[in-house]
C-alpha cells in the first residue's frame, strides 16, 4: 500500500497535495489561513470531481471577473468612473450612507483599496463624506445629487447590456449558478 496521490490543485501547500495510497477510506485535513479554515475531506473519485468542479468553477469566476471589470471599465470610461468606483457607489445606493471599513467588509476588499476608490469618487464630486453619529473618526460615504445622477447613467448602460449578455443563458442555469455562488460565499464567510 505504498502509492502516492498528488492533488493537482496547486492552491494547496505541498504537504496537503500528497496523500499515501491506502490510507483509510476518508482523509482529512485543516487548511488555515487567518480567516478560513477548510476542512478538506477526500472520500474517493466522487469527492475529487467535486472538488475538481469547484475549482474549474473558480477558475471561471476569476476569469470573468477580469473580462467583467474591463467591459465596465469600458463602457463607463466616459464618466471617468471605473468598475471599482462602480462598486463603491453601488454599494452606497443599496445600503445607504456608510463608513469604509463597512463598504470594505460587504464587498469583502480592503479597507485601503475601498478609501482609494472614495477618494477618487471625492475628487470628482460623486460622493461626500458626511458626520457619523455611531463613530466620530469614521465618516458616512453618501452620493451627492452629481453621484445619483452618474450611478442611474451607468444603471440604464447596465441594463442594456445585461438583457443582451442574457439572451440564449437559460434563466434556470442562472438561478441554479447563483444558488451555488451564494452558498459558497456563505461557506467563505463563515
Not at 164 to 174: N, Q, R, T, Y
Given at each position: 500500500?505504498?502509492?502516492?496521490?498528488?492533488?493537482?490543485?496547486?492552491?494547496?501547500?505541498?504537504?496537503?497535495?500528497?496523500?499515501?495510497?491506502?490510507?483509510?477510506?476518508?482523509?482529512?485535513?485543516?487548511?488555515?489561513?487567518?480567516?478560513?479554515?477548510?476542512?478538506?475531506?477526500?472520500?474517493?473519485?466522487?469527492?475529487?470531481?467535486?472538488?475538481?468542479?469547484?475549482?474549474?468553477?473558480?477558475?471561471?469566476?476569476?476569469?470573468?471577473?477580469?473580462?467583467?471589470r474591463g467591459f465596465a471599465d469600458g463602457m463607463h470610461a466616459d464618466l471617468a468612473i471605473t468598475a471599482s468606483?462602480?462598486?463603491?457607489?453601488?454599494s452606497v445606493v443599496d445600503q445607504g450612507p456608510q463608513p469604509v471599513p463597512e463598504i470594505a467588509r460587504r464587498k469583502g476588499s480592503s479597507r485601503q483599496h475601498i478609501q482609494?476608490?472614495?477618494?477618487?469618487?471625492?475628487?470628482?464630486?460623486?460622493?461626500?463624506?458626511?458626520?457619523?453619529?455611531?463613530?466620530?473618526?469614521?465618516?458616512?460615504?453618501?452620493?451627492?445629487?452629481?453621484?445619483?445622477?452618474?450611478?442611474?447613467?451607468?444603471?440604464?448602460?447596465?441594463?442594456?447590456?445585461?438583457?443582451?449578455?442574457?439572451?440564449?443563458?437559460?434563466?434556470?442555469?442562472?438561478?441554479?449558478?447563483?444558488?451555488?455562488?451564494?452558498?459558497?460565499?456563505?461557506?467563505?464567510?463563515?
Amino acid at each position: 500500500m505504498g502509492g502516492l496521490f498528488l492533488c493537482r490543485h496547486s492552491f494547496l501547500p505541498l504537504h496537503l497535495r500528497t496523500f499515501r495510497i491506502g490510507a483509510p477510506p476518508m482523509l482529512t485535513t485543516l487548511l488555515s489561513t487567518s480567516k478560513l479554515t477548510i476542512k478538506l475531506s477526500l472520500w474517493g473519485a466522487a469527492a475529487m470531481d467535486a472538488s475538481e468542479n469547484l475549482y474549474a468553477l473558480i477558475v471561471e469566476i476569476r476569469s470573468n471577473f477580469n473580462r467583467l471589470r474591463g467591459f465596465a471599465d469600458g463602457m463607463h470610461a466616459d464618466l471617468a468612473i471605473t468598475a471599482s468606483m462602480r462598486a463603491v457607489m453601488e454599494s452606497v445606493v443599496d445600503q445607504g450612507p456608510q463608513p469604509v471599513p463597512e463598504i470594505a467588509r460587504r464587498k469583502g476588499s480592503s479597507r485601503q483599496h475601498i478609501q482609494v476608490n472614495v477618494d477618487a469618487l471625492c475628487e470628482k464630486g460623486l460622493v461626500e463624506l458626511r458626520e457619523n453619529p455611531a463613530h466620530k473618526r469614521s465618516a458616512l460615504v453618501a452620493l451627492t445629487r452629481k453621484g445619483r445622477s452618474a450611478f442611474e447613467k451607468i444603471r440604464a448602460r447596465e441594463a442594456l447590456a445585461l438583457e443582451a449578455l442574457a439572451d440564449g443563458l437559460p434563466d434556470k442555469d442562472v438561478k441554479a449558478a447563483l444558488k451555488v455562488l451564494r452558498a459558497l460565499r456563505q461557506r467563505l464567510d463563515q
